[in-house]
């Protein structure tokens, strides 16, 4: 998908809810288009002393149900395009797993890999000095996203905190846990997205313990996808990729020697004991769980109807296309959508948020009970809304979503 058409694709998706739903046409045009965005032009000096202009964006989609959330992206090809999609997707994202928040997205022009850390941490701030007055804890709360990461989050709560003359640790997630950080962060994309994997093999008499696995991406979410299945689950992670391919053991892969692997190598791929696949042949394995985790647009309406696996469950952000949807859906195969299904990154930042106003921080255990007490009534709304419209579960979750966004605009008076 051309990433100029994100947006109307999530506009797209609104449209065919509302149509379920019969959402009211003023309703309807609330949600199609962002409530506010901030474009913004950012001066940072350059370590050759010259003065580069970075262009910015802040897009709140939607707070009718709190103060909007949604992470920053620093991207050479970001466009506002995709800001205002991602900020609509997490409108519903927040809304599914019954956040008190809206949903935004921010994003900057620019090449990190071309940057040195002096230049990131400049831009970072120029970003925080641009927008403070539309950001804030109880406005819109940033957090990392592509190419942004714990270290940058640090310098923008600590730029917003100089500006406002306090400590402001609430005001980004997704920091180093010295500054405000939550316990659990690192694997909360995984884990609360195997919550979800374990109600629905509970739903389809799936035992888990006998159930393999393939893992497309061994990044965050894949590598601890791959490793939380098999010490939560006892599941066999029969196959896992990354950018240079993929590698297929029958009797089982073991998810920390091949990271360890990869950590030394760059890769997976040439991992001993285990025959190589490719990224395409991963998704058509005969296996229980496929995961993909790693890029957009990755089932198609070309390979769709190949996928063997049983449940599909989406860490990554639009793995499966609206055609290969209705496939997977005509063949039987439960599909947990990515905005269900990676909640659990935005359940353990607003958590984060929690703790930063209440001063008082949770252990590990506190954190994983109350995201898998976000996560599991989420997948259960969804899926009983699916039966209940005789709908996929992509749809459902929009049905979900949706209509608590349009209650709460409603309580507001808003519509
Ligand atoms: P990451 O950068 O840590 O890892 C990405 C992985 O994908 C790497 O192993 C990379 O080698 C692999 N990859 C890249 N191109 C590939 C290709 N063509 N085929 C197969 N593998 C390829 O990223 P991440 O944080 O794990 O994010 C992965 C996906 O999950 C993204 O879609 C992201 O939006 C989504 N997601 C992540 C989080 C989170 O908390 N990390 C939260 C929500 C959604």
């Not at 006998?210 to 590598?223: C, E, I, P, S």
């Amino acid at each position: 998908m051309a990433k100029q058409d994100s947006f109307e694709i999530s506009q797209k998706q609104l449209d065919a809810c509302a149509k379920l739903i019969n959402l009211d046409a003023g309703t309807l045009a609330v949600l199609r288009e962002p409530l506010r965005e901030l474009h913004v032009s950012l001066p940072v000096r350059m370590d050759d002393g010259s003065i580069k202009v970075f262009q910015g964006f802040r897009v709140q989609y939607n707070d009718a149900k709190g103060p909007a959330k949604g992470g920053i992206r620093f991207h050479p090809e970001e466009t506002i395009d995709t800001i205002r999609a991602l900020a609509a997707w997490m409108t519903w994202k927040c809304a599914l797993v019954d956040l008190p928040l809206g949903g935004s997205k921010g994003g900057v022009i620019c090449n990190p890999k071309e940057m040195s850390q002096g230049e990131m941490e400049r831009l970072s701030r120029a970003y925080v000095q641009s927008v403070w007055q539309f950001i804030g804890p109880e406005r819109d709360i940033p957090a990392p996203d592509v190419y942004t990461n714990p270290q940058i989050m640090a310098w923008m709560m600590d730029e917003y905190s100089k500006i406002s003359g306090k400590s402001q640790f609430g005001v980004i997630t997704g920091k180093p846990l010295s500054v405000g950080g939550s316990a659990g962060r690192d694997d909360a994309t995984a884990r609360g997205g195997l919550c979800t994997v374990r109600e629905a093999a509970k739903e389809f008499g799936i035992d888990l313990k006998k159930a393999t696995v393939a893992v497309q991406g061994y990044g965050n979410a894949g590598y601890f996808a791959a490793s939380l299945c098999k010490s939560l689950f006892g599941s066999r992670i029969i196959a896992v990729s990354d950018s240079k391919g993929g590698i297929f053991n029958k009797g089982g892969l073991d998810p920390e020697a091949v990271r360890a692997h990869k950590d030394k190598t760059g890769s997976v791929i040439t991992y001993p004991n285990a025959t190589a696949i490719s990224n395409e042949d991963i998704l058509e394995l005969e296996v229980d769980i496929l995961i993909p985790a790693a890029l957009e647009g990755v089932i198609t309406g070309a390979n769709a109807a190949k996928v063997k696996a049983k449940i599909v469950a989406e860490l990554a952000n639009g793995p499966t296309t609206p055609e290969a949807d209705d496939i997977l859906y005509r063949n039987g195969v439960h599909v947990i959508p990515d905005f269900l299904c990676n909640a659990g990154g935005v359940a353990v930042s607003y958590f984060e948020m929690v703790q930063n106003f209440y001063m008082y921080y949770w252990s590990k255990e506190q954190v994983y009970d109350l995201l898998d007490k976000k996560m599991t009534p989420a997948y259960h709304s969804v899926l009983d809304t699916a039966k209940k419209y005789n709908t996929h579960m992509r749809m459902a979750a929009y049905v979900v979503a949706v209509e608590r966004v349009a209650e709460a605009m409603k309580a507001r008076g808003w519509v």
